[in-house]
């Protein structure tokens, strides 16, 4: 007894799926595993400490500066802790610090970790106004209770283009 259809149009479409469903399996592992490394993980210290990224994975970690923990080096480096209400981690980071950076002050740094914990950025991205987080930062830090916008301030400005403010052109 025979699995194949009788119809000949059948066998046809059938051969011709048997054919395609593997070029198309093929295609789409390849286009995966093309962007494995490509990912960039959004964590906050305690997250991090959690998920143990491993050494050289290209993440984000977001959080708040510490107080008192900027260092300068006279060669460019910097040095600071950022933190979140359950865990602390030590960043260095090698070049100019956006102007608006200081300490207690919501940052996403994109690098990685060393081998020995210490997170190495490659960028450092602080606050554009007064009353602008990050959204990613702003929203881990309000499920672990840690910050508190002041009176009137908006937690996080909505996307360009969200709302009506940021609109370009339009006829009235």
Not at 56 to 84: C, N, W, Y
């Amino acid at each position: 007894m025979s699995f194949l259809p009788k119809s000949r149009k059948a066998r046809t479409r059938l051969l011709l799926l048997s054919v395609i469903a593997p070029v198309v399996a093929v295609a789409v592992g390849l286009t995966l595993w093309g962007m494995r490394g490509s990912i960039s993980l959004f964590y906050t210290p305690s997250q991090a400490a959690e998920a143990k990224p491993e050494p050289g994975r290209a993440i984000q970690l977001g959080g708040l500066v510490a107080m008192g923990s900027v260092i300068k080096h006279p060669d460019g480096r910097v040095e600071f802790t950022v933190e979140d209400k359950l865990a602390a981690d030590k960043v260095v980071f090698q070049g100019d610090l956006p102007d608006l950076f200081r300490e207690g002050q919501g940052i996403v740094a994109e690098g990685s970790y060393r081998a020995d914990g210490t997170f190495e950025a490659k960028r450092v991205l602080a606050k554009h106004d007064e009353t602008y987080m990050p959204r990613e930062v702003a929203d881990a830090l309000k499920a672990q209770g840690e910050w508190r916008p002041e009176a009137g301030q908006p937690s996080a400005q909505p996307p360009y283009g969200a709302g009506g403010a940021n609109k370009v052109g339009g006829g009235v």
